[in-house]
């Protein structure tokens, strides 16, 4: 509930604490300054200190009935303490069994925010006190997830030893290998893979990692997925091949990378430059006038909502 500013004590302690000021916020307290109070961004003191510095432990004391409280972005004092990595103050607020899970505007949990981060400390405290590794935000990513398409490598590797789920799926059932496929994060993919993520997994539209990265023009992405024997021939819910997506950008590294692997593999490119597969076109009606050689008749972009 929001608490009106009403003296200018209870102003001076929330910018004594977002500027840091320790001995101020110790003098205002001893006032009887109200610790309740909130500014115009709902922020009461407490979270507005753990943002800029390290919290004195009697103004933790004395606030510890606000420890959950959120300002309007939906922040509690622990989602705020997590991305500058305030480890005492974590420490503090695990000690007071402040909620561990709770979630900001974007449903993110303290872990999945701490994980876009370089640094893997707070993630590790998190861990050790049984944070939920496997919640996802708003847009169903978990943390392994967003730490893949940041290319957080170090809390990717943290998140696998602790038996994250390598395999999950987001609401269009993109695994971590598919998501980093997508945004070019190379290293993520090769940890993935030498942590045997599944390379050919599909999504709900039926593309795989080559097929996403054949898609966004990733041809680093492509190379890294053919040297793990990644299947050549997985053909999309619209009947389109790696190699028919890459050809439709006019990409001639993805093309090349594609054809380099076919002939290494032995591979036969009928099934990959002919029509569409069969079984596809018919779940859409028996559609006709269907281009050859990977040429679709629309962009993949108009023909799948991301």
Do not use: W
Request: net charge neutral; hydrophobic share 40%.
């Amino acid at each position: 509930m929001e608490l009106p500013i009403e003296n200018a004590n209870e102003i001076a302690l929330i910018e004594a604490a977002a500027a840091g000021n320790v001995p101020r916020v110790r003098t205002l307290i001893e006032a009887q300054a109200n610790v309740e109070v909130r500014d115009t961004n709902g922020n009461t003191p407490l979270i507005a200190a753990v943002y800029t510095t390290e919290v004195d432990e009697g103004f933790l004391e004395k606030a510890k009935a606000y420890y959950d409280e959120k300002n309007y972005n939906r922040l509690s004092t622990f989602l705020k303490a997590t991305r500058p990595g305030r480890r005492a103050c974590i420490q503090m607020l695990l000690d007071a069994k402040a909620d561990i899970n709770a979630k900001d505007q974007n449903g993110n949990t303290a872990l999945i925010r701490s994980v876009l981060g370089p640094s893997t400390a707070c993630a590790r405290m998190l861990l050790d006190a049984k944070a939920d590794i496997e919640a996802n935000n708003d847009n169903t990513h978990t943390a392994l997830m967003r730490a893949a398409m940041l290319e957080r490598t170090e809390n990717m590797q943290m998140l696998l030893d602790a038996r994250a789920n390598i395999e999950a799926k987001d609401s269009q059932g993109q695994t971590a290998l598919i998501l980093a496929s997508v945004t070019g994060c190379l290293q993520s993919m090769q940890l993935l893979i030498d942590a045997k993520a599944d390379i050919n997994a599909v999504d709900r539209h039926g593309y795989t990692a080559l097929s996403r990265a054949a898609r966004y023009q990733r041809a680093a992405c492509l190379q890294v997925l053919v040297d793990a024997k990644a299947d050549l021939t997985t053909v999309t819910n619209d009947g389109y091949t790696a190699l028919m997506l890459a050809s439709c950008t006019r990409q001639t590294d993805c093309v090349n990378v594609l054809l380099s692997a076919f002939l290494a593999h032995e591979t036969s490119l009928s099934p990959c430059l002919g029509e569409r597969n069969d079984a596809a076109s018919k779940s859409q009606g028996e559609r006709t006038n269907v281009k050859r050689r990977g040429s679709p008749q629309e962009s993949p972009s108009k023909r799948e909502k991301r």
